[in-house]
């Protein structure tokens, strides 16, 4: 994770290193929130925003078939509307044939303005390059960076330091059964739990 120029973060994710049957589709949600709560604590990271890079080396059928459409629409929800996060691009590389008809369920629930920030690149890491600096990507990617395994152990070093105080702070929180939210009932209920809303509105 790395800030270039205009002082965006990079993140990088590997889908197709998720396992479901080791680790269900809630834990995956889960690291994902603590992983945007730590970024938050950095107000620069609020005002500049991300871009994600999203790499689908050995993503196939198990992934796809554990991605249901209320998981999908929880997900962008939290990333479009209830983090005070803003993504400005997503590129994605490595992309399988079945890539496509994955991006089609998400895709259905995303916005306009994050429709236009997907960028496929396939194999092809020059095009790549020409929206990121190689000093700004790992060298799996054919950046100057160290490698991808070498930057996630330094950061799941980080999250593991800061995990007693985010559970700390969040232990007074929580989400609402669906038989309590307001106005709906087990199957109209908003799968969020109603936690989506606006928080700082920002130009882009």
Aim: with cysteine.
């Amino acid at each position: 994770m790395v800030t270039n120029k205009f002082f965006h973060l990079f993140l990088c994710l590997i889908s197709g290193q998720w396992d479901p049957d080791t680790m269900d589709s809630k834990d995956l949600f889960r690291a994902q929130i603590m992983t945007m709560e730590r970024l938050l604590e950095d107000e620069e990271n609020q005002i500049n925003g991300v871009v994600f890079v999203g790499d689908f080396t050995d993503y196939g059928m198990k992934q796809f078939m554990k991605t249901t459409p209320s998981m999908a629409k929880l997900n962008t929800s939290l990333v479009q509307n209830a983090m005070p996060l803003r993504t400005k691009a997503a590129h994605f590389i490595n992309t399988p044939a079945i890539f496509e008809t994955a991006m089609a369920l998400w895709r259905q629930f995303l916005t306009e303005k994050m429709k236009n920030r997907l960028i496929v690149h396939g194999a092809d890491y020059g095009t790549l390059h020409e929206h990121i600096a190689s000093s700004n990507l790992p060298s799996d990617y054919g950046g100057t960076l160290p490698g991808v395994v070498e930057c996630t152990k330094k950061w799941m070093h980080e999250l593991e330091a800061w995990e007693t105080k985010f559970f700390a702070e969040n232990a007074g929180y929580g989400v609402l059964n669906k038989s309590d939210i307001v106005g709906s009932n087990e199957k109209s209920a908003d799968p969020s739990g109603g936690i989506v809303g606006s928080f700082k509105k920002l130009d882009d």
